[in-house]
């Protein structure tokens, strides 16, 4: 499989390149795979932080299909970790619902980084989705002390049994996503205020489908005047109408 541009822009920007190997894949729900991976040197070489993602290649008819995963439960010494696919029709998420022991798959490091704001933050407000889920997770796994607040959006049932590591003071809501993401940044908007918030003092991580991360940071910046250093915001995934050219393999057209 030839890489695109993206691939020959990601070497000269440095990027390191691993093949990982399939070990197991396991349903976490219907609509919720982990695959597990040997990291061929990724972990020893690249370090880990939380919410560390990769960019995966996958093959989409002989054309380089680069999508983002977050790295769940990375063990460096042992060279291994997971990672959960949210299901949907999509190339990446065909190669999770068929993956197995033995396959491999290109995976390049780049780009990601996070630290954790110091001094500690008040209070974290976080929305996600089952996509940011693996990412949330390795956040509350170092927030210490620090209270969360968190809107998750969901497609499927089984979305809301899904393993989110809050402690009992946090506070988790569950929303169901309708009116293309409306529904969400209504009430994520709606409960954010001046009046909830300390601007100085509270951090926002946000990562949903990228219409929704953008009102929601608007909202943040232009309504209650957040410092973008306060913020995490990114778009995990565009929703779109499925045409031939966007999708994945099941419109792929085979040769011959
Ligand atoms: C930094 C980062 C980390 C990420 N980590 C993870 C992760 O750990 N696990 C994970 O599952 N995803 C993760 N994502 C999101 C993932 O990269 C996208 O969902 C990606 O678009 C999936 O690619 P695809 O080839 O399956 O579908 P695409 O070809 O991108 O899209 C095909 C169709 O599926 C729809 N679609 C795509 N993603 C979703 C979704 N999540 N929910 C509903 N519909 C969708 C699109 O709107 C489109 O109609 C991450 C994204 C980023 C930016």
Redo the contacts with the bound molecule.
Sequence with gaps: MKRNWEGVVLKVMGAKDFTLKVTGREEITPD?LRVHVRDGGLLKASGLHP?M?IRLW?D?CGKA?Q??????DADPVAGTFS??????????????RTAQAGDTIDATVQ??SFSFPQPAPRRIWVVG???????INSLLDVRGEVPVTAWLEY?HDADPSLEVRASDSDVVTWIP?KRDGAALVEEVCGSLTSGSVAVAEDFFWI?C?ASSTRAIVKHLRKVLGVDKHRIDA?????????TRA???SPFCLQEG
């Design positions: 919720f919410t993602w996958f989409d299909h999508r983002a995963y977050t790295l769940v990672m959960d696919f949210a299901m949907h029709s999509g190339v990446a998420a065909d190669w999770a780009g990601s989705d089952p996509a940011s889920i693996p990412a497609q996503r990562a489908e990114l778009g995990y995934w565009r929703a779109q109408v499925l966007s999708s994945g």
